[in-house]
């Protein structure tokens, strides 16, 4: 017993050591300049993490009543900021109607790019993930460019995506995919990659990958289970079933279903009210919230609750915290800038 007693000192020194790690690790992702609060030691967070900013290329016909000019010329992506009521969100259209939105190697390299762009642009408060082409989101990868590779180019190539995903998943801001369509195995995992999801009824969602002899390998192993438990999901992938939006919403796997419209957007409408909702909120607290969940979600309870006393500390500085107090004081609506 003594030496058992001797021992849990030891055990529990590791343990808080461990969650200190895990924590200073959570700090890493938003900059070299994190304070931790109480016994957690590290920098505090520099406003200029948040001001570094992006500016789009200018040019290009505006695409409609309350869109900007399109930051990318290639048909395959469009990305879009919305203006007006809707500054501060961020669309990216899926284009690729001949291959049904398949994933290519050059629409990878274009997504890339364009959440690369987006990690750093302060002014961007949510990014809507959506398809242009009616009645298709995304049909996973292009197996007509995939029946062309080698052996040893499809494992690189696979990667390719899942850091594609991984990117997109890891973007510091609200994302939302609007599914009005097919979002089949990549596509799927595309949609996972959000932080919300929102389908028409009549979307088709699954992944299929092993009607192909392979497994998802953009994710959907590790994030399908996250979303609907363990068990289903296993029951989902091994027999590569297809959801339309009402089974999706009965598991969990979107967060809204909506009867699809004549225009065959109704997704996208529903993920756009769902982005203004989002955009009055203070930017940083925001970014620092949705790091507090996606951190304490892959640790245990007394580790998350460390992240979020750390992410609720880097608030308390800044500018928009004292605009959001003195609007309430004067009982008007704040105007947050982000600092």
Same mark, same amino acid.
């Given at each position: 017993?003594?030496?058992?007693?001797?021992?849990? +000192?030891?055990?529990?020194?590791?343990?808080?050591?461990?969650?200190?790690?895990?924590?200073?690790?959570?700090?890493?992702?938003?900059?070299?300049?994190?304070?931790?609060?109480?016994?957690?030691?590290?920098?505090?967070?520099?406003?200029?993490?948040?001001?570094?900013?992006?500016?789009?290329?200018?040019?290009?016909?505006?695409?409609?009543?309350?869109?900007?000019?399109?930051?990318?010329?290639?048909?395959?992506?469009?990305?879009?900021?919305?203006?007006?009521?809707?500054?501060?969100?961020?669309?990216?259209?899926?284009?690729?109607?001949?291959?049904?939105?398949?994933?290519?190697?050059?629409?990878?390299?274009?997504?890339?790019?364009?959440?690369?762009?987006?990690?750093?642009?302060?002014?961007?408060?949510?990014?809507?993930?959506?398809?242009?082409?009616?009645?298709?989101?995304?049909?996973?990868?292009?197996?007509?460019?995939?029946?062309?590779?080698?052996?040893?180019?499809?494992?690189?190539?696979?990667?390719?995506?899942?850091?594609?995903?991984?990117?997109?998943?890891?973007?510091?801001?609200?994302?939302?995919?609007?599914?009005?369509?097919?979002?089949?195995?990549?596509?799927?995992?595309?949609?996972?990659?959000?932080?919300?999801?929102?389908?028409?009824?009549?979307?088709?969602?699954?992944?299929?990958?092993?009607?192909?002899?392979?497994? +998802?390998?953009?994710?959907?192993?590790?994030?399908?289970?996250?979303?609907?438990?363990?068990?289903?999901?296993?029951?989902?992938?091994?027999?590569?079933?297809?959801?339309?939006?009402?089974?999706?919403?009965?598991?969990?796997?979107?967060?809204?279903?909506?009867?699809?419209?004549?225009?065959?957007?109704?997704?996208?409408?529903?993920?756009?009210?769902?982005?203004?909702?989002?955009? +009055?909120?203070?930017?940083?607290?925001?970014?620092?919230?949705?790091?507090?969940?996606?951190?304490?979600?892959?640790?245990?309870?007394?580790?998350?609750?460390?992240?979020?006393?750390?992410?609720?500390?880097?608030?308390? +500085?800044?500018?928009?915290?004292?605009?959001?107090?003195?609007?309430?004081?004067?009982?008007?609506?704040?105007?947050?800038?982000?600092?």
């Amino acid at each position: 017993m003594a030496v058992a007693a001797a021992a849990a +000192p030891g055990a529990l020194g590791t343990l808080q050591a461990s969650r200190a790690r895990l924590v200073a690790a959570c700090c890493a992702r938003l900059g070299p300049r994190w304070r931790l609060p109480g016994s957690w030691t590290c920098r505090r967070l520099d406003s200029t993490i948040w001001a570094r900013g992006w500016t789009p290329a200018a040019g290009g016909a505006a695409w409609q009543r309350g869109y900007s000019s399109e930051v990318k010329t290639e048909d395959e992506l469009r990305v879009r900021y919305l203006e007006e009521e809707n500054r501060g969100i961020v669309v990216l259209g899926i284009n690729r109607a001949y291959a049904k939105n398949s994933l290519s190697k050059n629409l990878i390299k274009m997504l890339s790019k364009a959440v690369d762009a987006l990690k750093s642009d302060k002014k961007v408060r949510t990014i809507i993930v959506r398809s242009e082409v009616p009645g298709i989101f995304c049909a996973g990868a292009d197996l007509k460019e995939r029946a062309k590779m080698s052996s040893s180019e499809v494992g690189p190539f696979v990667s390719k995506i899942r850091a594609m995903i991984n990117e997109i998943a890891n973007l510091p801001v609200p994302t939302i995919a609007a599914i009005d369509g097919l979002a089949l195995g990549g596509g799927l995992e595309l949609a996972l990659a959000c932080d919300i999801r929102v389908a028409a009824s009549s979307a088709k969602m699954g992944l299929v990958e092993t009607k192909l002899a392979i497994i +998802p390998g953009g994710g959907g192993t590790q994030r399908l289970p996250r979303a609907i438990g363990m068990s289903l999901a296993k029951e989902l992938i091994f027999s590569a079933r297809v959801l339309d939006g009402q089974e999706a919403k009965s598991v969990g796997l979107i967060s809204h279903v909506l009867e699809q419209n004549q225009e065959g957007d109704a997704a996208y409408r529903k993920a756009l009210d769902l982005a203004r909702e989002f955009l +009055p909120q203070g930017p940083v607290a925001m970014r620092v919230a949705k790091l507090a969940i996606n951190q304490g979600m892959e640790v245990d309870l007394v580790t998350g609750l460390a992240i979020e006393e750390a992410c609720y500390a880097q608030t308390i +500085p800044t500018k928009d915290r004292l605009e959001g107090l003195l609007a309430f004081k004067e009982k008007r609506t704040p105007r947050y800038k982000g600092e």
